[in-house]
């Protein structure tokens, strides 16, 4: 957010006159329960509590907006006492942060995705995660301070972001082990800004000069180049000003003053150094001389990564440079010559010597490895892309004048959009893509629904265009075309959303004949319509205070271990896999099919059961099972939960099941009445002629509420 924010309420509007809105009063429901059958099938009733449902005219976009949505609940992991975080990769990798195997990398993308849930549970365990469980270790560069300001944007509560003031103080000073001070520029890796054979890396290796590199991954470009990057530099960037607005509403002016020093001289110094004009581009400086490459010199190419500045909104309203306009940088990304690929946003130009050379395979596979030469990541796409957004909505003079418009964004959000799609129509988000052809590059086991990107955010903040704010205003600035576009866009609804302690619901109709409301742009807070019909346009909507309640935190799972020698212990009558047991309390839970996940007993077991005993007797009110659905697997026929006391097993007293019978690919929810137990059972009747996978059992509680 940009001084931009505080603009003269001159274009406040409540659009629309009194007597339209008298006329068109009812808000429209959109059939909810339905879509989420269609989308989310016997695990359609999370979603109904959960996420904010959006009808759109392309049926891509409204695809994969729900995906995304499923994708996201896939990468939850409950991890006991600090009630869950969220993960990147659904398998654990060698380079995960143990035992909970997340990675700081990608939580900023979480928490972007995560703040339009409706409660903020999920975004307030994973903050408390990153800053006092040790989530936030540096393992990679991150922006993990200023994703936390901007959930608070749309829950209207800067509680979850105070407490850890002095936190993000501390992590951002310990980045001063990666600043020059007398450039005012942070340098890194690019192997530890998540991004390796860059072309800093590549040629500081040498391999850019070569026509065949060394096998050695250490000498070919996976690791060194470290340079000051646009990346880290924005990053902390933003963390200085989320530092500086959060100190303020602390009441710490001087610390909010020297934050945004801070700030201001990281800016001063990426426009000044990091800026290209040769190449109108936001580009690398060495760090440091090898043998190929000088301290101080440029890299000698244009990467994605020099839009990342304008996901932070760096670079001046102004506009000005010394050699134009900065948002010239953008004609890269629309031409297909340079960073603009048929299939998918570049990583590298094609002029650069080494693009798409292969350097890196997998060793047991032989596939193609990770490498940022060229192939398109939805990581660095989704960043752009939150860029442009930025550029069109902040900047509308700076991007007209270099003729980028709103078409330009809808049309690179549709590539992106298709990006998620196989060959068969069917979505799994993987690492990278070959941008001349659109398939998937490393199709390894770990690459199925990766999750290391935005696009719900993309499509509400973007698209849609609410452009969440800390005060109590509504703003929307919709990026979509006008119609007589190519490709317009009709209609689209967006229900179900919660924003600073409102409902808020917005419909948008041509010409009046889905939604009934006349045409253009309506808007409704907690049911009654506060702006429209309207054309779309800017607008900026007072809120009455929204209410406030009690931080919300995910509840404690009591059955989860995520592998740690002194925590529950899973036992069961028999197992197909050695480590099937431990995966049912492991907290990952998901119902893709493509990585496996969860116990199953023997095939010759006929009254299998299974077992989660506690290191101490807990009082448990609930148990939640998670049954996997697919060929040859279906729910049990039957089940019954059991408690172990000092007096030994009994059922659990006063058991309400939902649903009453047995599901799956969906939540199993038992409550019954609070008893202390020193373990839970679940005995189980397997299906006729099928079998049955155990994906998660999960235990809480009396203070569960309900998820």
């Given at each position: 957010m940009s001084s931009k924010r505080a603009k003269v309420f001159a274009c406040l509007v409540l659009a629309g006159t009194a007597s339209a809105q008298a006329k068109y009063p009812?808000?429209?429901?959109?059939?909810i329960a339905r879509m989420a059958d269609q989308y989310f099938g016997a695990d359609a009733r999370w979603y109904e509590r959960n996420i904010p449902f959006l009808e759109i005219d392309d049926p891509e976009i409204q695809q994969i907006y729900f995906y995304r949505w499923k994708l996201f609940r896939s990468h939850i992991r409950e991890i006991g006492a600090e009630g869950t975080t969220v993960v990147e990769f659904l398998p654990n990798v060698p380079w995960a942060r143990q035992p909970d195997t997340d990675l700081n990398d990608s939580a900023a993308f979480h928490l972007m995705e995560g703040r339009w849930l409706r409660s903020p549970a999920v975004v307030n365990s994973l903050i408390g995660h990153l800053y006092t469980g040790g989530g936030d270790d540096r393992h990679f560069s991150e922006w993990i301070a200023a994703a936390t300001e901007q959930t608070t944007w749309v829950t209207g509560d800067p509680a979850p972001a105070l407490k850890h003031l002095d936190t993000m103080q501390h992590i951002f000073n310990l980045w001063d082990d990666h600043l020059d001070r007398q450039r005012n520029l942070y340098w890194i890796e690019p192997l530890l800004d998540a991004t390796e054979y860059t072309i800093a890396s590549i040629d500081a290796s040498g391999a850019g000069f070569q026509e065949h590199a060394s096998p050695d991954q250490n000498q070919n470009g996976f690791t060194g180049g470290f340079a000051f990057r646009p990346s880290i530099n924005s990053y902390q960037y933003a963390n200085a000003m989320a530092i500086s607005r959060l100190a303020r509403a602390a009441g710490q002016p001087q610390v909010a003053d020297d934050y945004e020093r801070r700030a201001e001289a990281?800016?001063?110094?990426?426009?000044?150094?990091?800026?290209n004009p040769g190449m109108q581009h936001f580009v690398d400086r060495y760090q440091r001389s090898t043998k190929y490459v000088a301290a101080g010199d440029f890299i000698r190419g244009r990467e994605l990564v020099g839009f990342v500045p304008w996901m932070f909104e760096l670079p001046p309203q102004a506009q000005a440079s010394d050699s134009g306009s900065y948002a010239s940088a953008w004609r890269h990304a629309l031409a297909s010559s340079e960073l603009g690929g048929p299939f998918g946003l570049r990583t590298v130009e094609p002029s650069y010597p080494r693009f798409m050379t292969q350097y890196r395979y997998d060793f047991e596979t032989g596939r193609r490895e990770c490498q940022w030469n060229g192939p398109s990541w939805p990581f660095q796409t989704s960043q752009a892309l939150t860029g442009l957004a930025n550029l069109l909505d902040d900047y509308p003079r700076a991007a007209a004048s270099d003729g980028i418009a709103k078409a330009d964004y809808l049309r690179l959000l549709r590539q992106y959009t298709h990006q998620h799609l196989?060959?068969?129509?069917?979505?799994?988000?993987q690492e990278d893509y070959d941008p001349e052809t659109g398939t998937p590059i490393v199709g390894l086991p770990r690459s199925h629904h990766y999750s290391h990107s935005t696009d719900i955010d993309l499509v509400l903040s973007g698209l849609?265009?609410?452009?969440?704010r800390p005060d109590d205003v509504l703003e929307l600035n919709p990026l979509v075309p006008p119609e007589g576009s190519s490709r317009?866009?009709?209609?689209f609804a967006v229900n179900q959303l919660a924003y600073h302690g409102h409902?808020?619901?917005?419909?948008?109709?041509?010409d009046g004949s889905r939604y009934h409301l006349g045409r253009g742009l309506s808007i409704f807070v907690d049911g009654r319509r506060r702006s429209g019909p309207s054309p779309l346009g800017h607008l900026l909507i007072p809120l009455p205070p929204g209410r406030r309640s009690e931080t919300a935190m995910s509840p404690e799972d009591l059955a989860v271990n995520v592998g740690v020698p002194d925590g529950p212990k899973g036992s069961a009558s028999s197992s197909d896999s050695p480590e099937g047991i431990a995966q049912a309390i492991d907290g990952r839970m998901w119902f893709f099919p493509e990585i496996v996940n969860g116990w199953s007993p023997s095939t010759e077991d006929a009254n299998p059961w299974y077992m989660v005993e506690f290191p101490r007797p807990r009082t448990v009110a609930s148990v939640e099972l998670d049954f996997f659905a697919g060929p040859g697997f279906a729910a049990p026929a039957k089940y019954k939960v059991q408690a172990r006391t000092d007096e030994g097993w009994s059922d659990v007293q006063g058991a309400r099941r939902d649903p009453a019978v047995p599901l799956a690919g969906g939540a199993n929810r038992i409550e019954f009445s609070p008893q202390q137990a020193r373990a839970i059972r679940v005995l189980l009747q397997p299906a006729s002629e099928v079998?049955?996978?155990l994906i998660e059992l999960k235990a809480y509680g009396p203070q569960k509420k309900d998820r």
């Open positions: 009812v808000e429209p429901a959109l059939p990281i800016r001063g110094a990426v426009l000044s150094e990091l800026w196989l060959a068969d129509g069917q979505p799994d988000l849609i265009g609410l452009r969440p317009p866009i009709h209609y409902r808020i619901a917005l419909f948008y109709d041509a079998r049955l996978r």
